[in-house]
């Protein structure tokens, strides 16, 4: 906490003055508006979305505004995760809040509160981020047999009632990021995307420990005494064809394509 308000401090004075620096001088007509120069113009599709979320924050919403994801989504365009690299701003200093945290807020509503490190600085550019390594990366897959390990989707695979869908297998935190949580193997599980917007995402709609304890109860017995088998073991046995075919499923289309055909190759010899 300590650490996090220094940082903030000093993210806060070279905000400032970046924010001076990098704006260009007023056009030459005397119009008299300031216009951001290219490479701090959240518009630009070259930045990286992390920046551009935090440009628009900046400029468009600014500190003491509220806007919504929807806006947000609608402003960046043409970028995956929109939601999630707002959020990854968290850790590098900027205070954006919810309903949660300021009742006065709509459910579908957030509050800058304060920006931190201006992250469209190439020296600020990692503020916050914790790198996961391939080593590690590729282990929390292998662990979690390339599933889910909220909803169980494998990677590609269409979820129950929307055939034209195809999860995407993400990492997410047992422990939130923001509150300082490491990149260790420990500490990742397995996530889709979509879990992994709704587990990190405060003011999504997830569905409370009510409601699943309905849908537990109305399980068959055998099917509950599984399900309290799977909650026992923290996660849930596969058969080797299981793990097989989580793997296979994580592979990019041509290679499935490739190993599709070489068993049908191997099953006619």
Same mark, same amino acid.
Request: aromatic share 6%; proline share 4%.
């Given at each position: 906490?300590?650490?996090a308000?220094?940082c903030?401090?000093?993210?806060?004075?070279?905000?400032?003055i970046t924010?001076?620096?990098?704006?260009?001088?007023?056009?030459?007509?005397?119009?008299?508006?300031?216009?951001?120069?290219?490479?701090?113009?959240?518009r630009?599709?070259?930045?990286?979305?992390r920046?551009?979320?935090a440009?628009?924050?900046r400029d468009?919403?600014?500190v003491?505004?509220?806007?919504?994801?929807?806006?947000?989504r609608?402003?960046?365009?043409?970028?995956e995760?929109?939601?999630?690299?707002?959020?990854?701003?968290?850790?590098?200093?900027?205070v954006?809040?919810?309903?949660?945290?300021?009742?006065?807020?709509?459910?579908?509503?957030?509050?800058?509160?304060?920006?931190?490190a201006?992250?469209?600085?190439?020296?600020?550019? /990692?503020a916050?981020?914790?790198?996961?390594? %391939?080593?590690t $990366? =590729?282990?929390?897959? +292998?662990?979690?047999?390339? *599933?889910?390990?909220?909803?169980?989707?494998?990677?590609a695979?269409?979820?129950?009632?929307?055939?034209d869908?195809?999860?995407?297998?993400?990492?997410?935190?047992?422990?939130?990021?923001?509150?300082?949580?490491?990149?260790?193997a420990?500490?990742?599980?397995?996530?889709c995307?979509?879990?992994?917007?709704?587990?990190r995402?405060l003011?999504?709609?997830?569905?409370?420990? /009510?409601?699943?304890w309905?849908?537990?109860? %109305?399980?068959? $017995? =055998?099917?509950?005494? +599984?399900?309290?088998?799977w *909650?026992?073991?923290?996660?849930?046995?596969?058969?080797?064809?299981?793990?097989?075919?989580?793997?296979y499923?994580?592979?990019?289309a041509?290679?499935r394509?490739?190993?599709?055909?070489?068993?049908?190759?191997?099953?006619?010899?």
């Amino acid at each position: 906490m300590q650490l996090a308000a220094t940082c903030r401090g000093k993210w806060r004075q070279a905000n400032v003055i970046t924010q001076i620096a990098h704006y260009s001088h007023v056009h030459s007509h005397g119009s008299g508006w300031i216009v951001p120069s290219s490479e701090q113009d959240w518009r630009n599709a070259t930045l990286g979305t992390r920046v551009r979320v935090a440009l628009w924050l900046r400029d468009e919403v600014g500190v003491g505004g509220t806007f919504s994801k929807v806006a947000l989504r609608a402003a960046i365009t043409g970028a995956e995760q929109v939601d999630r690299r707002m959020r990854d701003l968290r850790p590098a200093g900027w205070v954006i809040r919810t309903n949660l945290d300021r009742p006065s807020l709509q459910p579908d509503q957030l509050y800058l509160e304060e920006v931190g490190a201006p992250v469209w600085e190439r020296e600020h550019r /990692a503020a916050g981020l914790r790198q996961i390594s %391939a080593k590690t $990366r =590729r282990y929390v897959y +292998e662990r979690d047999r390339h *599933m889910c390990r909220r909803c169980g989707v494998g990677a590609a695979e269409a979820y129950p009632g929307e055939p034209d869908s195809h999860a995407r297998l993400t990492l997410g935190h047992v422990n939130p990021h923001a509150s300082g949580s490491g990149a260790h193997a420990e500490n990742l599980i397995t996530e889709c995307a979509r879990c992994n917007e709704l587990v990190r995402n405060l003011t999504g709609v997830q569905m409370d420990s /009510a409601q699943v304890w309905e849908r537990v109860k %109305a399980l068959p $017995r =055998r099917s509950k005494q +599984e399900l309290f088998e799977w *909650m026992e073991a923290d996660g849930r046995p596969l058969k080797p064809i299981d793990q097989a075919w989580g793997m296979y499923r994580q592979l990019p289309a041509a290679l499935r394509d490739e190993m599709r055909h070489g068993l049908r190759d191997l099953l006619e010899s």
